[in-house]
């Protein structure tokens, strides 16, 4: 019986992209950079800042100066991460269903708190979610399973009757370690470069009301 279902936040629940080439390529014209045109800005769009400051400046994560750049990044979406970020298409009538079913919903995210505290009350869920756990809640973020476990626990629901959906590896990993049937989020944001078929996903979706099709049919 499935009493939960849980997501990620960026590219699965909102379209956050926009907002986060915007915070890029405000902090590469400071730099008197080129800025990165949107279409490859939304398949790195879910690897939060770490990807994006890697796609906007060409380096790795342990390059000197990376984490002075990551965190200016982080300053510039902090003031511009809610000015186009809105929820897919689909996802409050997907909650409402849920509700009505009597499925709780809540979020994993690895966004830091910092955001997700004010992002999330803002966008809009005609449903509010049993739970949120962001990158920084229990100390460490996806792949680690604890953060899934983090979320069970707080809504007292066990992994096994859970369902995790969200659009890259980390979140398929994630909740396979805990024991819970993961939906891949295919209308998130994947990289041609990306290869989700070896991600291990138990199901697959192309829109978020896609997966009602897939719940099992229970009694309320």
């Excluded at 906007?56 to 186009?84: I, K, M, S, T, V």
């Excluded at 979610?129 to 979320?151: C, E, F, L, N």
């Excluded at 939906?183 to 990289?191: K, R």
Aim: with cysteine; aromatic share 8%.
């Amino acid at each position: 019986m499935i009493k939960a279902i849980l997501f990620d936040l960026d590219g699965t629940l909102a379209d956050t992209a926009l907002d986060l080439g915007g915070a890029l390529n405000r902090l590469l014209a400071e730099e008197g950079q080129p800025p990165v045109p949107y279409e490859k800005i939304r398949p790195i769009a879910s690897h939060g800042a770490r990807g994006l400051v890697e796609l906007g400046f060409g380096l790795h994560r342990n390059d000197p100066g990376f984490d002075a750049l990551r965190l200016r990044f982080l300053d510039h979406y902090e003031d511009g991460f809610q000015h186009e970020t809105v929820l897919f298409e689909g996802i409050n009538a997907l909650l409402e269903t849920l509700a009505a079913r009597g499925i709780k919903w809540g979020i994993i995210t690895n966004k830091p708190m910092r955001f997700t505290d004010r992002l999330v009350p803002a966008l809009g869920f005609s449903i509010a979610p049993a739970v949120v756990v962001s990158g920084d809640t229990v100390g460490v973020a996806k792949p680690d399973p604890r953060p899934m476990q983090h979320a069970c626990e707080q809504i007292g629901v066990d992994p096994s009757q859970c369902w995790y959906v969200g659009d890259a590896e980390r979140d398929i990993v994630a909740g396979r370690a805990v024991g819970m049937k993961t939906v891949l989020a295919g209308y998130g944001y994947i990289a041609e470069t990306d290869r989700p078929e070896e991600w291990g996903a138990d199901l697959r979706i192309a829109h978020p009301l896609e997966l009602l099709a897939l719940l099992p049919i229970q009694a309320v």
